[in-house]
Every structure is written in structure tokens, then in C-alpha cells.
T-cell receptor, first 113, second 116 residues
Framework: SQTIHQWPATLVQPVGSPLSLECTVE??????LYWYRQAAGRGLQLLFY??????ISSEVPQNLSASRPQDRQFILSSKKLLLSDSGFYLC????????????FGQGTRLTVV | DQQVKQNSPSLSVQEGRISILNCDYT??????FLWYKKYPAEGPTFLIS?????DKNEDGRFTVFLNKSAKHLSLHIVPSQPGDSAVYFC???????????????FGKGTKLSVIP
């Protein structure tokens, strides 16, 4: 069965510090991978998606970047965090046109102080 | 511009009664719709979906209805149980938008509280 791992679960970082959130998927090959963010009082917003190694599409211009160094690994990064980067970050995966849509990890609660 | 709207931020229902969660969308290109359930500090879990070629999809206690002309969908939970208490997100996507990826557009969510 497929599983998705996302870490860390919570993170408190000072403004201006770097960020690296990692997500890995097991049990499937060539998944589509996604990073979403849920900010306070808002819905889930798609930040990045990837359909293959090294292929990243950005939905919202911002202070963040994503990379996919391996088929089942997706990394969300920032060189310098802003206060507005605080939120709940979710990694998700899907395979081509599965009826269940995208499957989400447990999320990372990021607080920038 | 919010393409998927859930206008009710919260809903309280008595156990055993029906819960109806509503969702409206503006993008007529959306052709696949999903409902997710989310508990605090956890990722959303898929509940049920519907293709735009259908107007109803049922899975146990959960039924999703789609009214394309009104650009409206709803999730019915019958009977409601206390364990259903969570935030429910409506999501939509355009399935032919390249590589079959699920670039989901989410609503802001509705917090359902089922009262025992």
C-alpha cells in the first residue's frame, strides 16, 4: 500500500532563517507530487506540483521553492523565511486519474517568529 | 478571485440527523469535484468525488450531488455521527489540464459539529 511521510510535524523558525521540509512517498512509482499551504482562515492553496523528477510548476509566486531530486521525494525550501510564511504545509501525491484524487501527508505546522 | 466557495464556515447538526454541506464554484472548466475531511493537525483525507458527467455519487452514508447549471455541489451525510465532526473541504479540478495531475482548487472549508 502507498504511504506518504512528511516531516517535521511542527517547526518554529525565526524570520530570515532557511527552511527545508521533506516529503517522501512509498509504494508507488512516478507519482504526481504537490505542496499545499493552509494559512489561518483560508483554504488549502496549491503552491507547487511536480509530474516528474526535476519538473516543478509553481502556482503562486512567493518566497518558497520546491525541488524533486528523486521520483518519490519532494522538498519545499526557502532561503529566508518571512512572517507571512507561517501556516500548515501539506504534501500530497496522486497517480494518473485515480478516483481518490490526491492523498495528503500529515502536514507540518510552521510558525515563523 | 475565489473559484471554489464554501459560504458556511460552520455547521452544527444533531446526531442521527442529516448534515448538508454546500459548495459553489465559478470556473466552468472544472470537471471533477472532491470532498475531503480534515481533523486538526492532520492532513485532509479523501471522502468522495464526482465527475461532471454525473449528478450524484453515493458511498455509504455520504452522497455528493452536483448541479452543473447552478455550479453547485453538496455533500449529504446521513445519519450524522459524532465522529463526523471535522472540517470538510470541497475541491475541484480540471482533469485534462496536463499530465493528469490533480491541481486541486479548494474552498475554505466548513467546520461540522455533530452534537450527541
Amino acid at each position: 500500500s502507498q504511504t506518504i511521510h512528511q516531516w517535521p510535524a511542527t517547526l518554529v523558525q525565526p524570520v530570515g532563517s532557511p527552511l527545508s521540509l521533506e516529503c517522501t512517498v512509498e509504494g508507488t512509482s512516478n507519482p504526481n507530487l504537490y505542496w499545499y499551504r493552509q494559512a489561518a482562515g483560508r483554504g488549502l492553496q496549491l503552491l507547487f506540483y511536480s509530474v516528474g523528477i526535476g519538473q516543478i510548476s509553481s502556482e503562486v509566486p512567493q518566497n518558497l521553492s520546491a525541488s524533486r531530486p528523486q521520483d518519490r521525494q519532494f522538498i519545499l525550501s526557502s532561503k529566508k523565511l518571512l512572517l507571512s510564511d507561517s501556516g500548515f504545509y501539506l504534501c500530497a501525491w496522486s497517480v494518473l486519474m485515480s478516483a481518490g484524487g490526491a492523498f495528503f501527508g500529515q502536514g507540518t505546522r510552521l510558525t515563523v517568529v | 478571485d475565489q473559484q471554489v466557495k464554501q459560504n458556511s464556515p460552520s455547521l452544527s447538526v444533531q446526531e442521527g440527523r442529516i448534515s448538508i454541506l454546500n459548495c459553489d464554484y465559478t470556473n466552468s472548466m472544472f470537471d471533477y469535484f472532491l470532498w475531503y475531511k480534515k481533523y486538526p493537525a492532520e492532513g485532509p483525507t479523501f471522502l468522495i468525488s464526482i465527475s461532471s458527467i454525473k449528478d450524484k455519487n453515493e458511498d455509504g452514508r455520504f452522497t455528493v450531488f452536483l448541479n452543473k447549471s447552478a455550479k453547485h455541489l453538496s455533500l449529504h451525510i446521513v445519519p450524522s455521527q459524532p465522529g463526523d465532526s471535522a472540517v470538510y473541504f470541497c475541491a475541484a479540478t480540471v482533469t485534462y489540464s496536463g499530465a493528469g495531475s490533480y491541481q486541486l482548487t479548494f474552498g475554505k472549508g466548513t467546520k461540522l459539529s455533530v452534537i450527541p
